[in-house]
Structures are given as structure tokens and as C-alpha cells.
């Protein structure tokens, strides 16, 4: 005898937020944005900051800089090199090929 498999749909799209990892560093709020790889250039070791979000606890994360980018407007992982964690407010509107000369830009 052959069986079918029965799928229940609930009839409705899931409206759940896209996660997002945030970063506290000199009680500053960062958020995770994507980058493209070739345009991240990390400096040097800055410090440690508290990386939370996506269901997981709160963790210590090493930090770098990038060059000619303040880490007041934006910060890196060393282990990273997909995304960067940028202030909050700062450069919005910009796709993740332009984010890194915005953040030159604005400081």
C-alpha cells in the first residue's frame, strides 16, 4: 500500500524580523551589517565588546578596528570578515559595496 505524505498549511506567510546580532562597546550601540569581503581592511586589537542577539547570551568578542573608519562609527571580528558591526543610526540607506567609504565619510 502507498502512503502520501499530508501537509497543513496554516493558510498564512510568516511576518517574523530577520535576526540581528548587536554589539556594546564604550557604551556605544552597534548593529551587524554585511560587507563586502574585499572592502574590509582590519587595523589593529581595540578591545572588548558585548556581542548579544539571535537567541543567544550575551558573550565577550575581541575587536579590531578598520582602517580609516573611527571605531566610534564602526568596529570588526577578527574571525568576521562577511559583516561589521556599525554604530547605530550611521549610514542607513547604504548597500553593503558602499557601507565602508559611507562610514569613511562620516568620521
Known amino acids: 500500500m502507498l502512503v502520501a505524505p499530508v501537509v497543513l498549511l496554516s493558510g498564512g506567510v510568516s511576518r517574523a524580523k530577520p535576526c540581528a546580532h548587536t554589539l556594546l562597546y564604550q557604551g556605544r550601540r552597534y548593529v551587524a551589517r554585511p560587507v563586502a569581503p574585499d572592502e574590509v581592511v582590519e ?22 578596528s578598520l582602517v580609516d573608519v573611527k571605531p566610534a562609527a564602526a568596529v570588526a571580528l577578527p574571525a568576521d570578515q562577511s559583516s561589521i558591526y556599525v554604530r547605530r543610526g550611521l549610514c542607513p540607506a547604504s548597500s553593503a559595496r558602499d557601507l565602508i567609504a559611507c562610514l569613511k565619510r562620516v568620521g
Open 43 to 64: 587595523a589593529v586589537a581595540i578591545g572588548v565588546g558585548v556581542d548579544s542577539g539571535c537567541g543567544a547570551s550575551p558573550s565577550n568578542v575581541d575587536l579590531r
